[in-house]
């Protein structure tokens, strides 16, 4: 039982263009969302955070959009980078301080 | 450098061999977390140690264990080893209520079972 989705296995973007990422969550329990990126041989790092009283976060070129009603989060990279290339995982929690589940991760890859 | 620190970094074994992978939280975190991650998975939570306490144990197999000492580093045991257990297995730390980083990882030990 998936409760945390990512149905996009892969993105590509070009350099300078808006990148958005989707994750889709099915524990309405869940209050607690982050995005984390990991590069290859590397720990994954996190990204950004939102919490459940809220429906945008925004951190430099990163926002991150709740929507609660569809348990849908996205998030937003503009302008895209290649040094952005990495996985992004988002992740839920229950409470903070709880243990996370992870989504299946999306591979971006933003071209020169 | 991450804080959190995971030895070995990679481990290859042979099937039914016993393996301990190490795990040394970032300074002041109480809580550890270990993740498996197999090929072109996500993250599969494990189990979670808080303060040398299970607080909460997520989908581990009965041949692996864990524990944390009293220093707080914590070890992850992974016994009667099959092929189906290589993957990369990450620890992470965080101070409980740490609402808004979430979790600082290590960056891995990958384990290959042959």
């Known amino acids: 039982d998936q409760q945390v989705k990512q149905n996009s296995p892969s993105l590509s973007v070009q350099e300078g263009r808006i990148s958005i990422l989707n994750c889709d969550y099915t524990?309405?329990?869940?209050?607690?969302f982050l995005w984390y990126k990991k590069y290859p041989a590397e720990g994954p790092t996190f990204l950004i955070s939102i919490s459940s009283i809220k429906d945008k976060n925004e951190d430099g070129r990163f926002t991150v959009f709740l929507n609660k009603s569809a348990k849908h989060l996205s998030l937003h990279i503009v302008p895209s980078q290649p040094g952005d290339s990495a996985v992004y995982f988002c992740a839920a929690s229950g409470n903070a301080g709880n243990m996370l589940t992870f989504g299946g991760g999306t591979r971006l890859m933003v071209k020169p | 450098d991450s804080g959190v620190t995971q030895t070995p970094k990679h481990l290859i074994t042979a099937t039914g061999q016993r393996v301990t992978l190490r795990c040394s939280p970032r300074?002041?975190?109480?809580?550890v977390y270990w993740y498996q991650q197999s090929l072109d998975q996500g993250l599969q939570f494990l189990i979670q140690y808080y303060n040398g306490e299970e607080r909460a144990k997520g989908n581990i197999l009965e041949r692996f264990s864990a524990q944390q000492f009293p220093d707080l580093h914590s070890e992850l045991n992974l016994s009667s080893l099959e092929l189906g257990d290589s993957a990369l297995y990450f620890c992470?730390?965080?101070?409980?209520?740490?609402?808004?980083?979430?979790?600082?990882f290590g960056s891995g030990t990958r384990l290959t079972v042959v």
């Open positions: 524990n309405s329990m869940f209050d607690y």
């Open positions: 992470a730390s965080s101070v409980v209520g740490g609402i808004n980083y979430g979790y600082t």
């Open positions: 300074s002041g975190d109480l809580s």
